[in-house]
């Protein structure tokens, strides 16, 4: 079981799915709290679901609220940028995407 987790891991970062910032993350995970890197990759994802969610739906509304689009999309921004562990071409894709020049 090990072996198959190394071998994925090896291919995440052969994918550059993974980079060094999430081995810094895994050296946070001690004994006291095994299941840190896990917690804060799902606290990630079920946040950015959410935020994406509630993006879709101010989408939906019309008039366009202008200032609750842009408080989403900050906070998404600041969720991205806060995990460290996602690849800077990913997260540098989101805010280019989300925040043009």
């Known amino acids: 079981m090990q072996r198959q987790a190394t ?4 291919n995440l970062f052969n994918q550059e799915y ?6 810094e993350l895994e050296e946070l995970q001690d004994d006291d709290n095994h299941n840190f890197v896990e917690e804060v990759v ?3 994802f079920t946040d950015s679901v959410r935020l994406i969610r509630n ?20 906070q998404f921004k600041g969720s ?14 989101i805010n280019e995407t989300c925040f043009p020049s």
Not at 7 to 10: A, F, L, N, T
């Open 55 to 74: 993006v879709d739906l101010a989408l939906e509304n019309r008039p366009y609220d202008f200032g609750r689009l842009d408080d989403l999309m900050h």
């Open 42 to 44: 799902n606290l990630f």
């Open 7 to 10: 071998s994925m891991k090896r």
């Open 18 to 23: 993974l980079d060094e910032q999430f081995n």
């Open 80 to 93: 991205s940028s806060r995990f460290e562990s996602i690849p800077y071409s990913i997260n540098n894709s």
